[in-house]
């Protein structure tokens, strides 16, 4: 059975500072998805990483994927408030996609 | 264009009782996926279908879950009878074709009493 592990599971910040969330599993997948959902919505994807070692930017939001292609990062640079939300790792990507728990950031003003 | 719609947003029953949750794929989307999130879990996949056809049903929970797509078009999920392990969000999602990205609707919060 294929696991991701995400962390931290919770995440208080303030307004301005860096943050990173780690997803990790022992098995390999052949791409990466990154979704935040908002609460009473559903998941809305940020990023799809699929080679080993890649690295995508979106505005203040830096994703990669690990070399083995067993974990990934995402980092946000100088937080927001409206960054707020939570983030879902999610493996595989032709047919089921296997979640991680999920992170909950609060970026406070 | 439309995104992923969901009905009902949210369902309260009894134990024992039948609910019906319906999905609305995007416009032309063949790949059809419901997944499910019970409380403090991670979400997990229950089915997949391409068409009207299920392509991969190894999620589904028992035989009390039963999941139809007729036409092709919408699908729906029905639990007969509920229990109260069946509480969660059920999330609808669809994608163009195998290699393109799952939409998601907002779920379907159900609770069992």
């Known amino acids: 059975t294929q696991l991701l592990e995400q962390s931290p599971q919770f995440l208080s910040i303030q307004e301005g500072e860096n943050l990173t969330v780690y997803c990790n599993s022992s098995s390999v997948f052949s791409s990466l998805q990154w979704y935040r959902q908002e609460p009473g919505e559903g998941p809305v994807l940020l990023v799809t990483v699929v080679t080993g070692g890649e690295v995508k930017k979106l505005k203040r939001l830096t994703f990669q994927f690990g070399d083995a292609r067993k974990d990934s990062s995402l980092h946000i640079t100088a937080a927001q408030p409206g960054d707020t939300g939570l983030y879902l790792c999610a493996g595989g990507g032709s047919e089921k996609l296997v979640f991680g728990k999920g992170t909950k950031l609060t970026v406070n003003p | 264009e439309a995104g992923v719609t969901q009905f009902p947003s949210h369902s309260v029953i009894e134990k024992g009782q039948t609910v019906t949750l319906r999905c609305d794929p995007i416009s032309g989307h063949d790949n059809l996926y419901w997944y499910r999130r019970v409380m403090g879990k991670e979400i997990k996949f229950l089915l997949h279908f391409v068409k009207e056809s299920k392509q991969d049903e190894s999620g589904m929970p028992n035989n009390r879950f039963l999941a139809e797509r007729t036409g092709g078009t919408y699908s729906t999920l029905k639990v007969q009878p509920a229990e109260l392990e069946d509480s969660g969000v059920y999330f609808c999602?669809?994608?163009?074709?195998?290699?393109?990205?799952?939409?998601f609707g907002d779920g379907t919060r159900l609770s069992i009493l």
């Open positions: 999602a669809s994608s163009q074709d195998l290699y393109q990205p799952q939409h």
